[in-house]
């Protein structure tokens, strides 16, 4: 059965945050992701500390891994985003309206914690895909 995703209209906080209130799935498959994190980018160049080059690397690694399982980033319906300094916040909700240029957003948390795994890493996402 192939998947029907509607996304709920967001308001114009919701909007402007980037992130739809719910995402309503029907058929297809499920992909559960991974928590993913980067410190070098697809070229091997050390991002370690930079977040916007993080945070574009993981949406790239999310999305190749969408692709291996039959789809894309447009697929994905909810994300939860780990960043260790809300001050990023802003920052990462500009990213993501830039990645999600339809305005179809996955529904989202963003949360603050205090650390990750290896130094220089500054963001982690995990998200939820029906293809």
Partial sequence: MVAQVEHLEGTAFQKSRAFS????????????????????????K??????????RAIFTLIDNTLRRAGGTLANLVTMTVFINDPRHGDQFVKIR?????DGKFPASAL??????????????IQGVAVI
Avoid: C, N, Y
């Fill in 97 to 101: 309206g830039e990645i999600f240029k």
């Fill in 21 to 44: 209130p719910a995402v309503i799935t029907q058929g297809g498959k499920t992909v559960w992701l991974a928590g993913q994190t980067a410190v070098v980018d697809e070229a091997g």
């Fill in 111 to 124: 949360i603050t914690v205090s650390h990750f795994a290896r130094p220089g890493m500054l963001l982690e």
């Fill in 46 to 55: 050390d991002i370690s500390g930079d977040f916007d080059a993080q945070a």
